[in-house]
């Protein structure tokens, strides 16, 4: 299903649909809750004492698409914590992995696509700053 998106992005923006990459291109973390109407068996409190879902979404920036382009998404279970490095690290492997050939970074070469991240709080960890950096990403 992933490789099949990623064609179908490829040639989406080989037709046009891309993004000019002599600008930056932005990705966007943030994970949400989905409420469950109510608890179901054995299902543990998501961190709000709710119960449902908390996966961790990553986002293209696109002005020109409303709501961006979505990039990656991780399911987690309902009390996966706000701030979980090793998932935000996941989500941007996912994401990259996503994106176009030509698009992705290449941290070796300095004239390669300009990516840069952003995230609330939840990501602001060393564990995501330095997997950002080791793959050629500014945030």
């Known amino acids: ?29 943030d994970a949400t809750l989905l409420t469950a109407h109510s608890d179901k068996e054995d299902a543990p409190p998501t961190w709000k004492k709710s119960f449902g879902c908390h996966p961790l979404l990553c986002y293209l920036d696109r002005p020109d698409i409303s709501c961006g382009e979505a990039l990656s998404r991780l399911l987690r279970p309902e009390n996966a914590g706000s701030n979980t490095a090793a998932d935000h690290v996941a989500a941007l ?3 990259i992995a996503s994106l176009p ?10 004239d390669g696509p300009k990516v840069m991240a952003s995230a609330d709080s939840a990501g602001a960890t060393n564990v995501l700053a330095a997997a950002l950096r080791a793959r050629g990403i500014g945030f």
């Open 1 to 29: 299903m992933r490789a099949a998106r990623v064609e179908a992005r490829e040639r989406a923006w080989a037709a046009g649909a891309g993004l000019d990459l002599s600008k930056e291109v932005w990705m966007h973390f």
């Open 93 to 95: 492997d996912l994401a």
């Open 101 to 110: 050939k030509d698009t992705r970074p290449r941290p070796d070469e300095v």
